[in-house]
């Protein structure tokens, strides 16, 4: 079964710096997707950013970037002149390209703090 | 469209007692999904519908809690004899084909039960 791991629980960071939040993951496909989502308190989450598996280049969107690497299975979020707007909670996510579902399966969670 | 909607925010019930929630994908998406989240985890899986087609069930989805997407359009998750395990946030997200390219959340209701 495919796991999802983000083994730290909580991170800061000032205003305008740079942070990197982890995510490692166990699967034995080759084909999959990967996913950061965000959840500020009480409102819905949101995608910030996707990766698709047999692309080697690391997906970009504007602040936020992502270092894929494949054989260490992780995908960490690199987050770049934090806003104090990006605090909330991040999870990553993994699923299957060949799902018929399209279930997604979550890391526990980063809560983001961001100082002023 | 203003995205997925789910009603209510929030629910307070006595253990014993059933609730329902409902789910307003985005009209075009015809997958819809259920996940439901504890406090400081991430959502886990409940169950999905393709259009009106239920065709996927976690083992966390007891019997007692069922889930209806009539004519492809809303859904609603019901559960019955709530019990104090089942405090959490439900979530509701909406897909156009498989989820590829990730899923629309709504905001979730929050069930507490006391």
């Known amino acids: 079964a495919q796991t999802v791991t983000q083994s730290q629980p909580e991170m800061s960071v000032q205003e305008a710096e740079t942070v990197t939040l982890s995510c490692t993951y166990d699967t034995s496909e080759s084909d999959y997707y990967l996913f950061w989502y965000k959840q500020p308190p009480s409102r819905q989450m949101i995608l910030v950013i996707r990766?698709?598996?047999?692309?080697?280049q690391n997906a970009t969107e504007n602040r936020f970037s992502v270092n894929f690497q494949k054989a260490a299975k992780s995908f960490s979020l690199k987050i770049s002149d934090s806003q104090l707007g990006d605090a909330a909670m991040y999870f990553c996510?993994?699923?299957?390209?060949?799902?018929?579902?399209?279930?997604?399966?979550f890391g526990q969670g980063t809560t983001l703090q961001v100082k002023p | 469209d203003t995205g997925v909607s789910q009603d209510p925010r929030h629910k307070i019930t006595k253990r014993g007692q059933n609730v329902t929630f409902r789910c307003d994908p985005i009209?075009?998406?015809?997958?819809l999904y259920w996940y439901r989240q504890t406090l400081g985890q991430g959502p886990e899986f409940l169950t999905y519908?393709?259009?009106?087609?239920?065709?996927?069930k976690s083992r966390l989805l007891s019997d007692r809690f069922s889930a209806e997407r009539p004519k492809g359009s809303f859904s609603t998750l019901e559960i019955q004899r709530t019990e104090q395990g089942d405090s959490a946030m439900y979530l509701c997200a909406s897909s156009l084909g498989q989820g590829e390219n990730g899923y629309t959340f709504g905001s979730g209701t929050r069930l507490t039960v006391v």
């Open positions: 009209s075009e998406h015809n997958r």
């Open positions: 996510a993994y699923r299957r390209q060949s799902s018929n579902t399209g279930k997604l399966i």
């Open positions: 990766q698709e598996a047999y692309k080697q």
């Open positions: 519908f393709q259009n009106e087609a239920q065709l996927e």
